[in-house]
């Protein structure tokens, strides 16, 4: 098993800065996540975080939503987590995007664990947003269109179960939203293939390693990003 590969120069900053393993949870709602065998992220990330929770005020300092005005939250899983912040972190309206783990079984996991793809845990973001300045269906849009949906437990490089397409909704609203979007993307036949994508209730979400937070942010210039997340946000930007 490989998985993607932190630069070099990070090993130090991670070392002093991710002392221990980040975990936080959210518990409101639940689902049976899909588990089974799946293989890591293409190239090699040896980067590992030991379970400290003391680390966890650290984490929540790293990205702190807007408090004023009407936030909600959503949650998305498309593949590599590093790709979903990078895109939503530039949606007008958008407060706030957080790394983590979801709907699986095991608690408080670390990458490791989770990219053995038998935690039944998906990477997702965690989105705090604005409702008067950007809608949910328009982060539905934004969801469907920096991934592929119809790809079972895989986006590009990366496979496995932890990469599967999901929406995490809140409430009955996004629920209904969610679905109606679906199925206008399925009778409009804007793709050649089924969707796949798992549409289920909010389930318990732990934040991911202070590593992998803003990843694109802090290393805009490695492989992975260059190749995989760079070509998102130009296609974001032209759309």
């Known amino acids: 098993m490989t998985v993607r590969s932190v630069p070099l120069c990070l ?3 991670v070392a002093l800065a991710c002392a221990g393993k980040v975990t936080a949870q959210e518990t409101s709602g639940s689902t049976t996540a899909k588990t089974g065998t ?20 650290e ?17 998305f899983g498309g593949g590599c987590f590093w790709c979903l912040e990078a895109v939503f972190e530039k949606i007008p309206g958008v407060k706030n995007v957080v790394s983590g783990y979801s709907g699986g079984t095991v608690q408080n996991p670390s990458y490791e664990e989770v990219s053995t793809g038998e935690t039944g845990h998906a990477e997702v973001v965690r989105i705090e947003f ?22 079972l437990n895989s986006q590009g490089p990366d ?6 397409s ?3 909704y809140h409430d009955d609203k996004q629920k209904v939203a969610a679905e109606k979007s679906a199925k206008k993307l399925t009778t409009a036949r804007t793709y050649d293939s089924p969707i796949v994508t798992e549409l289920v209730p909010e389930a318990p979400f732990f934040v991911a390693e202070a ?12 492989p992975y990003c260059r190749m995989n997340i760079a070509p998102k946000l130009k296609k974001l930007k032209l759309k």
């Open 166 to 168: 999901v929406v995490f």
């Open 159 to 164: 496979f496995g179960t932890q990469y599967r």
């Open 211 to 222: 590593y992998h937070q803003d990843y694109y942010r802090k290393h805009r210039t490695a």
């Open 38 to 57: 799946g293989a890591s992220k293409a190239g090699t990330k040896a980067a590992t975080a030991p379970k400290d929770n003391a680390d966890k005020a």
């Open 130 to 151: 604005d409702p008067e300045l950007v809608t949910y269906e328009k982060l539905l849009d934004v969801f469907w269109a920096c991934h592929d949906p119809t790809t």
């Open 59 to 75: 984490k929540a300092g790293t990205k702190k939503a807007a408090t004023s005005g009407k936030i909600e939250k959503a949650t």
């Open 11 to 13: 090993g130090l900053a």
